[in-house]
Nanobody, 124 residues
Framework: QVQLVESGGGVVQAGDSLRLSCAAS????????MGWFRQAPGKEREFVGA????????YYTDSVKGRFTISRENAKNTVYLQMNLLKPEDTAVYYC?????????????????WGQGTQVTVSS
């Protein structure tokens, strides 16, 4: 069955960096656009960014533009979220998700498969 496993979360200080990884199995990874979402305590899950099937197109929510970068290695069935200049408001559980198709989309309903999430905590 399809599995998405996130890793790389942790506790950091404001201004630090983290790189999250999401390893996929059970699917033809290059057939899927990939997205990152996050859910902070007491808030709804929100879109962070997404990447097209070949990495040629990425886009981000405004609050992370210029600080976060999504990339992927299809040969390793892995997508990454590089997070720089972290802020306390970035504290959340981060999820990766897979959307069948080449074009990455923002809406959660497009994503068929989800990981279990990894906690990122940014202290001030």
């Amino acid at each position: 069955q399809v599995q998405l496993v996130e890793s790389g979360g942790g506790v950091v200080q404001a201004g630090d960096s983290l790189r999250l990884s999401c390893a996929a199995s059970g699917l033809t990874f290059s057939n899927y656009a990939m997205g990152w979402f996050r859910q902070a305590p007491g808030k709804e899950r929100e879109f962070v960014g997404a990447i097209s099937w070949n990495g040629g197109t990425t886009y981000y929510t405004d609050s992370v533009k210029g600080r976060f970068t999504i990339s992927r290695e299809n040969a390793k069935n892995t997508v990454y979220l590089q997070m720089n200049l972290l802020k306390p408001e970035d504290t959340a559980v981060y999820y990766c998700a897979a959307q069948y198709g080449t074009v990455a989309r923002k809406g959660e309903l497009w994503y068929a498969y989800w990981g279990q999430g990894t906690q990122v905590t940014v202290s001030s």
